[in-house]
């Protein structure tokens, strides 16, 4: 399908992707050049031939740069360099989905519950210089009700949350463990048990005075309301279900929600891999959620900054929001990489 082979240079992501995002990772001293390349920089092709790296920073970009000393020299010649993707939404629970993560050129993965005891062992691994894991940051044991959606015999296992009064010590445990931003499941679909709204109220309130952000699975036309109004960051699935308007996109522009367009996902539920009747849905909640870029919060008491992508345009994914005959199937772990690429380039 691809007629030609791309080079992903994890220390040049770390420098052009989302500085904000995450931390430059130096993970070797060694310098290089690589040279008679073809430069994307995550928006537009630039005017340059060569880059160097040293001590795993990007020291110079440009036509025919110097090379540092005893720097190894690489041959670009027709291939293209470009930003590492991110991958707003994984499930790391097994180290795999890290290392495959990079070998698919997607060099930030944000994990959306997973087991938090391998996660704080694979990022103290990241720290001492792993170079074979993707960066990865991480929401840990995400929060839901007993019989709810999360609480499966065969996921990750939680303690489920029963008050509202309990919020504050689950969202502090799990700060505990290493998570970099709170998962809520609401609900979904009628198999589940559904938290009570009062309960999400509660966590996101807590989650945002330990300067967290919330995000929340959810599958339900009411329970979409009721996310944006608990004051819920993001949404861990662009919406499929029939929405009651204007009501949603009201509230969803006064509150600023964003959602993660997950969008193997409807493909993957629909018949002979078409999104049939949700693929307009999906556009319509494209439309909705397009007008903001990024949010962004910051822990006071450390460094890390967290910037979430916004869903993709219209302007620059054309392709997901034309007729529907053009929601063709497509490999559930290359749709979301390719909805990525859109969100840089739409910034």
């Known amino acids: 399908m691809f007629r030609r082979i791309v080079r992903i240079v994890a220390a040049v992501c770390a420098s052009l992707v989302v500085s904000a995002a995450v931390p430059a990772r130096t993970t070797t001293p060694n310098a290089f050049v690589i040279r008679n390349v073809r430069i994307f920089d995550g928006e537009r092709v630039i005017e340059a031939n060569s880059i160097a790296v040293a001590h795993g920073k990007i020291v110079a970009v440009g036509t025919n740069v110097a090379s540092p000393p005893d720097a190894q020299v690489v041959d670009g010649s027709g291939d293209t360099l470009l930003p590492g993707l991110i991958d707003s939404h994984v499930h790391a629970w097994v180290r795999d989905v890290l290392e495959m993560g990079l070998i698919m050129g997607v060099t930030t993965e944000l994990d959306m519950y997973m087991r938090w005891e391998e996660a ?139 959602a993660i367009t997950t969008l193997a996902l409807p493909i993957s539920f629909s018949v002979a891999g078409g999104c049939g009747q949700s693929c307009p849905r999906i556009r319509r909640s494209l439309h909705i959620l397009v007008p903001w870029r990024a949010k962004t919060w910051s822990n006071p008491a450390s460094t890390t900054s967290i910037t979430f992508p916004m869903p993709i345009t219209k302007r620059t994914c054309g392709r997901f929001t034309t007729p529907e005959s053009h929601c063709s199937p497509a490999p559930t772990q290359m749709a979301p990489k390719l909805a990525l690429s859109c969100i840089r380039n739409s910034s």
């Open 120 to 258: 704080l062992k694979w990022r103290a691994e990241e720290s001492k210089g792993a170079a074979d894991i993707a960066d990865f940051r991480t929401a840990g044991t995400a929060i839901a009700v007993a019989g709810g959606h999360g609480t499966e015999a065969d996921l990750p296992p939680m303690i489920p949350i029963s008050r509202p009064n309990e919020a504050q010590a689950f969202v502090d445990e799990r700060i505990a463990h290493g998570s970099d931003y709170i998962k809520v499941f609401y609900d979904n679909g009628p198999r589940f048990a559904a938290m009570s709204k009062a309960t999400l109220a509660a966590i996101v309130k807590a989650a945002h005075s330990r300067h967290k952000m919330v995000i929340v699975h959810v599958a339900s036309a009411q329970g979409y309301l009721d996310v944006i109004d608990s004051g819920a960051d993001g949404l861990a699935h662009v919406p499929i279900v029939k929405l009651p308007e204007p009501i949603f996109r009201d509230a969803a522009k006064a509150h600023h929600i964003f």
